[in-house]
């Protein structure tokens, strides 16, 4: 079965600090990796997944497989950063659906 | 952007008593819709799968005839809590997912807490 882990559950940064949020994942396909945001008072949204291989919002994060790594990093952070980030797998169910297992999830807070 | 709207975005009910909450993807069709429970800190753990026209999945441990899902058509999903206790309480999040193109990510709507007294 796959499972996401995020081991930080709280994480405070200063305004202009770098930024790295951790997961790993253990999966014995292959994975397709995600980050999802949820800023104050908004629904879940998707940052971005490993094989877009895009930066948004001034984010990227590297698929690192011989560590079973996805981790979340920013060079600079910005006060609207402040959001609960969420790591996710998908996978083939065992009845063929494609599902999404997330972490626990880190809140991230920006100091000013 | 896709948008997916849940009706109601809260509910109190009392114990004993059914609760439905609708999932509407609102400017595109949905062909497979998701149902997530999160619990107060905790992360979001998926309950199933419902696929236009057919029975939903249901992930193990979750019971199917207390949690009833319809996927009657490509814009509405609904779960019917049946006989809801208070271990129900919980915020219930769907998402909605298409065919082609960016409507291959899942898109979520903005949850609904339910509180059953």
């Known amino acids: 079965a796959q499972r996401v882990t995020q081991p930080e559950k709280l994480l405070s940064v200063f305004k202009g600090a770098p930024v790295e949020l951790k997961c790993n994942y253990s999966?014995?396909?292959?994975?397709?990796l995600f980050w999802y945001v949820q800023y104050s008072r908004q629904r879940l949204q998707l940052l971005l997944r490993h094989i877009s291989r895009e930066s948004i919002k001034g984010f990227t994060a590297d698929l690192n497989k011989g560590e079973t790594s996805f981790h979340l990093k920013k060079p600079f952070a910005q006060e609207e950063d402040s959001a609960m980030y969420y790591c996710a797998l998908s996978a083939i169910s065992n009845f063929g659906n494609e599902k999404l297992t997330f972490g626990t999830g880190t809140r991230l807070t920006i100091i000013p | 952007g896709a948008v997916v709207s849940q009706h109601p975005s809260w509910v109190i009910c009392k114990s004993g008593t059914s609760v439905k909450i609708e999932c509407r993807s609102l400017?595109?069709?949905?062909?497979?819709m998701f149902w997530y429970r999160q619990f107060p800190k905790q992360s979001l753990m998926l309950m199933a799968t419902?696929?236009?026209?057919?029975?939903?999945?249901?992930e193990q441990g979750v019971e199917k005839d207390k949690f009833l899902i319809n996927h009657a058509s490509l814009t509405l999903s609904t779960l019917t809590v049946t006989s809801a206790h208070p271990e129900d309480s919980s915020f219930y999040i769907c998402?909605?997912?298409?065919?082609?193109?960016?409507?291959?990510?899942?898109?979520f709507g903005p949850g609904t807490r339910l509180t059953v007294l």
């Open positions: 998402s909605a997912r298409g065919l082609a193109g960016n409507l291959r990510e899942q898109f």
């Open positions: 400017d595109f069709q949905a062909t497979t």
């Open positions: 999966y014995s396909g292959s994975p397709e």
């Open positions: 419902s696929n236009e026209g057919s029975k939903a999945t249901y």
